[in-house]
């Protein structure tokens, strides 16, 4: 079994992004924050692949009503640092670009220790941090497939290589191709070992309790909001679930399929027992998920209400 799992996570690609900027002349002013709104993939992810976007019509809710959303690309593997320092260079390009003197961060999976990273370094440029299904500390599929995969191994370098074709494909059909790329990186900074190593150094919003909540207004004056699913098995017109379920079996308390729900928390948690799993999250394989739990897209457009009201 833990063959298998490891397997699947290195096939397995987590969805899709897209990019969009201001709201329209019909504006309800629902979801219009006091500064923009930047989404980040995680994990394998992109902005737009093949014209389907990791954040499936997500931008395009937010933007109907209001609010201006960006959407970052980082690289699909790599270490949160790295990708870090890619989404800050991004963040403040589009600051010089707007005018604006900051950002509200909404990073899923490995972009939620991503946008942290940012906030940690450059906290006057981030109103607030916002992780979705976020590996804070660490994935028990990571630290399976590290254990599993040793280091230096055939098996190891089977992997990569396995993760960088992958890796190719996603840059030319998305256009990141020219981003750098370390899958291996990428795994070690999703283990326990990485996740707590990286709080050591970059600890805001991140709870001291094994599955408590965080502080909602840090110490760097950024404020901190988490939420996540905690099911695998979603819809059965959903092929993408079985691999959830599988992957699930990692865990031996609730998870979304690669994340532990506790793992997920940050800051104020909205809420972490949503009937969704990672891809339900971002609204994945085209918006598929349970039918009788709260669309995706709704969560998001609630959220950017929220920061509105509490004027970010």
């Not at 795994?187 to 190593?197: I, K, P, R, V």
């Not at 079985?242 to 809420?271: E, N, Q, W, Y």
Request: charged share 15%.
């Amino acid at each position: 079994m833990k063959k298998m799992l490891a397997v699947v996570l290195c096939v397995f690609s987590l969805g899709v992004t897209a990019a969009t900027s201001s709201g329209n002349l019909g504006s309800t002013g629902y979801t219009e924050t006091k500064y923009p709104i930047v989404l980040v993939h995680g994990l394998f992810g992109f902005d737009t692949l093949a014209g389907v976007d990791y954040f499936y019509g997500i931008p395009q809710s937010l933007t109907k009503d209001g609010a201006t959303v960006y959407v970052a690309q980082v690289s699909a593997t790599n270490s949160t640092e790295v990708r870090g320092e890619q989404l800050l260079a991004q963040v403040e390009r589009l600051l010089a670009a707007t005018g604006s003197s900051k950002v509200n961060l909404i990073g899923h999976s490995h972009g939620g220790p991503t946008v942290r990273y940012v906030a940690s370094v450059r906290p006057d440029l981030i109103a607030s941090v916002t992780s979705i299904g976020g590996v804070h500390k660490g994935s028990d599929v990571a630290d399976l497939v590290r254990n599993t995969v040793e280091p230096g191994s055939p098996a190891e370098a089977l992997s990569v290589k396995l993760a960088e074709g992958l890796v190719t494909l996603i840059g030319l059909l998305s256009g990141g191709s020219d981003l750098e790329q370390d899958p291996l990186a990428s795994l070690d900074a999703l283990t326990t070992e990485g996740s707590l190593a990286f709080n050591q150094h970059y600890p805001e919003g991140v709870p001291t309790t094994e599955c408590g909540n965080g502080d909602f207004l840090a110490s760097n004056g950024v404020y901190y909001y988490s939420w996540t699913g905690s099911s695998t098995f979603t819809n059965l017109l959903d092929p993408s679930d079985a691999a959830m379920t599988v992957l699930g079996l990692a865990f031996d308390g609730p998870s979304d399929g690669l994340v532990g729900t506790c793992s997920t928390h940050l800051g104020k948690v909205i809420r972490d027992d949503y009937k969704m799993n990672h891809l339900d999250e971002i609204n994945g394989l085209l918006g598929i998920h349970h039918l009788f739990e709260t669309d995706p897209v709704t969560l998001y457009r609630q959220h950017a209400n929220r920061l509105k009201l509490q004027g970010l």
